[in-house]
Nanobody, 128 residues
């Protein structure tokens, strides 16, 4: 089992920046991909970004490309989501997820079914 704990969410204004963190614990050996998803009010959960724990094939949703950056600190078992130029439509609960498989196939990396472990989420609210 892998436990994930997100932090860093909050209320910000449009145009602001925010950095989310996800602390991994438990059986972290053998983790494949690290990812962020989000669920906006009244919508389904959607992919935001992913990166292999060991590797560089990174994917971003078109809606966040150029504004969000995923990074990792393997020594500290932490994955980050740096969000810049935030928009009201970025308002959502943000979830960290990990898989046991490395996905460098964009199709598979984007599917929430590809990820076995999930955090509880952290709320990000962007006011206009």
């Amino acid at each position: 089992q892998v436990q994930l704990a997100e932090s860093g969410g909050g209320l910000v204004q449009a145009g602001d920046s925010l950095r989310l963190s996800c602390q991994l614990s438990g059986r972290t050996l053998g983790i494949g991909n690290l990812a962020w998803f989000r669920r906006a009010p009244g919508k389904e959960r959607e992919f935001v970004t992913s990166i292999p724990r060991n590797g560089d094939c990174t994917y971003y949703a078109d809606s966040v490309k150029g504004r969000f950056t995923i990074s990792k600190d393997n020594a500290k078992n932490t994955v980050f989501l740096q969000m810049s130029s935030l928009k009201p439509e970025d308002t959502a609960v943000y979830y960290c997820a990990v898989s046991r498989t490395v996905y460098c196939d964009g199709h598979l990396a984007l599917r929430d079914q590809s990820y076995a472990y999930w955090g509880q989420g952290t709320q990000v609210t962007v006011s206009s």
